[in-house]
């Protein structure tokens, strides 16, 4: 009769009702996460005397705190924390009821309850980490034949009873016509608009605005009866204020150190709240598929819309200092490619930075998997390449390409330090790759822009100092993605520049109209660095500026293959406009009002001659920029 006295009563019924519980959580997020915490806190209440196992009570608590910080945080739904409950929730019951039959039996379940299964991973992510869930307003258009106001008030109101699951709804009819009503559904949710859409098929969603806390009732009243133009505008005020401040404070390196980490802790913190999110939140399913689901990533209302292909991966990518969804699928043939930009990442980052004997290279924390003492006994080539096996099933192949070294059977001991040999392993794009390197350092650093992604390098990061540090492809070029026009930074209009600006560059006059010039700087000496393959037709030179890195540098010395001119430049002129921008090396400069009757007004540049009077206008830039500099033409 003791033992009888020491078991759980009614888990049966228990495990039906949390079952239950879970299914609904699938289509009625709310109500199945509450129904669930009332089961678990009643669990946990019944079951703390009776089973004397300390991992058991711990991954029960854990679990509540997941759920009670979903609800808290608007009671989101996705596929991968669907998952992980159920398969929690299975193991607990398993536990519950074999932990009453004996201690051999309880032994065995344990497994149930290791930290390395999935589940209890991403439970502990929920209730542990700092994972930011989005508010968004959502209008959902809506229309119905009149036949009554009863009828019409029905389909409204069972439409307002399933959407109140999702988050706080109201409905605005607009008009009546040609029998028809007509009208919006507002919903405020922390649902994603994929969950919604299949949820509601029937109903039209778009999202309205993103924000990361819960309106009042006043405040959606008082959207649903007028546009909230100002709240907008103060958002997006608010939002470009952090991005032009971030990178100002984190390069304001004469600022107490405390102060100006307490400061850029504050723009951070409210710029993540205000336009990131978690990576996997853009999936309505994941797993397996969906890599770094935790990192965050630039919020972008409208995303381009596509299938989950369950058989490939996904993953976020920083290119050109802008974040792009990849994807892989992962067949042998198969390409990594971009399916949308979500905008210019403006955050600090946390960098290792390596040196090897091929140069300085910095890789993001979050790409690196760890240091590894490079052993013989780990080596193996695949056809010309060398591979490190860093555990099972996981093998990274050898970078050499970096150095402009030739895969041969003796040619990684030249490139290997005389002592310990170590490698960084870096995840780039889904691929695994090995980096030797002699000393390695952690720097902080901001990603600066390019006009467009570029091949020559993944990313140019900016240190507190203002020197760049340079992130390598490790990927082989044929293996690039294409990258395609993204979200551009958020620029105020400047007021229009009259005139133009003239001077001497390489031995030619040029006249530039003045509303192209985005600055005109003393005389930056370009940065250069050979790039994959060692080749010295590979060194691009760029300059920094206000963030962002140009590319389309014309050396001061030469000028479209002429002869080297011997002027000594005083001015980088920056040249952006339409998408394309360029730099110039005058050794004078001025301005007119107007170009001088002399000078004609369309000017004769190609990638083969240039006359000796050039004039750059808005008519004429994107020829020109394609003349000055042929490669981008091509």
């Known amino acids: 009769m003791a033992r009888l006295d020491n078991r759980l009563e009614d888990l049966p019924l228990l495990v039906s009702q949390v079952e239950t519980a879970l299914h609904e959580y699938a289509y009625s997020p709310r109500q199945g996460l509450e129904k669930l915490q009332t089961l678990l806190t009643s669990l946990e209440a019944r079951s703390r005397p009776k089973l004397p196992c300390p991992v058991y009570h711990q991954r029960l608590s854990a679990f509540l705190a997941a759920t009670n910080r979903l609800i808290a945080s608007g009671c989101p739904y996705f596929d991968h924390y669907h998952a992980a409950f159920l398969a929690a929730a299975d193991a607990l019951m398993q536990m519950a009821v074999g932990g ?35 508010y968004r307003d959502y209008e959902a258009e809506w229309q119905a034949a009149y036949g009554g106001a009863k009828h019409s008030r029905t389909n409204v109101d069972a439409y307002l009873a399933a959407l109140s699951s999702a988050g706080q709804v109201a409905f605005q009819l607009d008009e009546v016509r040609d029998g028809l009503l007509i009208g919006r559904f507002l919903l405020t949710s922390t ?38 133009s100002f709240v907008d505008q103060k958002v997006s005020f608010s ?98 490619s971009y399916l949308d930009c979500l905008g210019e990442d403006y955050l600090p980052c946390f960098l290792s930075e390596v040196e090897t004997l091929g140069g300085s290279f910095v890789f993001d924390h979050v790409d690196c998997v760890g240091r590894y003492e ?80 570029r ?87 760029f300059i920094l500026y206000d963030g962002r890195c140009f590319d389309k540098v ?33 050794s004078s400069c001025d301005w007119c009002a107007a170009l001088p009757e002399s000078v004609e007004s369309e000017s004769n540049i190609n990638g083969s001659s240039l006359s000796n009077k050039v004039v750059i206008n808005k008519k004429n830039f994107l020829s020109a920029v394609a003349g000055l500099w042929p490669s981008s033409s091509a």
Not at 197 to 220: C, D, G, H, I, T
Request: charged fraction near 20%; include cysteine; hydrophobic fraction near 40%.
């Open 100 to 134: 009453q039959t004996g201690e051999d039996r309880a032994l065995q379940l344990m497994r149930l309850l290791s930290v390395d299964r999935p589940c209890w991973a991403v439970i502990a992510a929920i209730s542990e980490e700092d994972i930011l869930f989005e």
């Open 239 to 336: 939002q470009s204020l952090c991005e032009l401040s971030i990178l100002p404070l984190f390069q304001h390196i004469t600022m107490p150190r405390a102060a100006r980490y307490r400061l850029l802790d504050l723009y951070v913190g409210h710029l993540k709240r205000l336009s990131y999110q978690a990576f996997g939140s853009l999936f309505s399913s994941a797993g397996q598929v969906i890599e770094q689901s935790q990192v965050l990533v630039p919020s972008k209302r409208q995303l381009t819309t596509f299938e989950v292909d369950e058989s490939a991966r996904y993953f976020p990518v920083r290119h050109g200092g802008s974040v792009y969804i990849g994807y892989d699928a992962k067949t042998p043939s198969s390409k990594v």
């Open 374 to 453: 490079l052993s013989a006994e780990a080596l193996f080539m695949v056809g010309d390449s060398w591979w490190f096996r860093v555990e099972e099933g996981v093998n990274a192949e050898v970078v050499t390409s970096l150095y402009g070294a030739e895969n041969s059977p003796d040619m990684l001991s030249s490139l290997l330090p005389k002592e310990s040999a170590k490698v960084l392993i870096v995840k780039q794009c889904g691929h695994y790759f090995a980096l030797p390197y002699t000393s390695i350092r952690d720097v902080e650093g901001v990603c600066a822009t390019m006009q467009a992604p």
């Open 455 to 541: 091949f020559w390098v993944k990313n140019v990061w900016l240190s507190a100092s203002n020197t760049p540090l340079l992130e390598p492809w490790l990927l082989q070029v044929d293996c690039l993605p294409q990258v395609f026009d993204r979200l551009g930074r958020n620029k105020s209009t400047p007021p229009p520049k009259k005139g133009y600006y003239f001077g001497q560059v390489c031995g030619r006059m040029f006249w530039v109209e003045a509303d192209l010039i985005l600055a005109l700087l003393s005389y930056q000496t370009p940065f250069s660095w050979l790039c994959g393959e060692g080749k010295a037709a590979d060194k691009p030179l």
């Open 191 to 228: 649902q994603s608009l994929v969950w919604l859409q299949k949820r509601f098929p029937a109903l039209s969603w778009r999202v309205s605005f993103v924000n990361q806390e819960m309106p009042s009732v006043n405040q959606e009243a008082s959207f649903i009866n007028q546009k909230a």
């Open 554 to 586: 014309i050396a001061s010395d030469l000028l479209l293959n002429q002869e080297p001119c011997t002027e000594t430049p005083a001015f980088s002129v920056i040249l952006d406009a339409m998408g394309e921008s360029i730099v110039l090396p005058f």
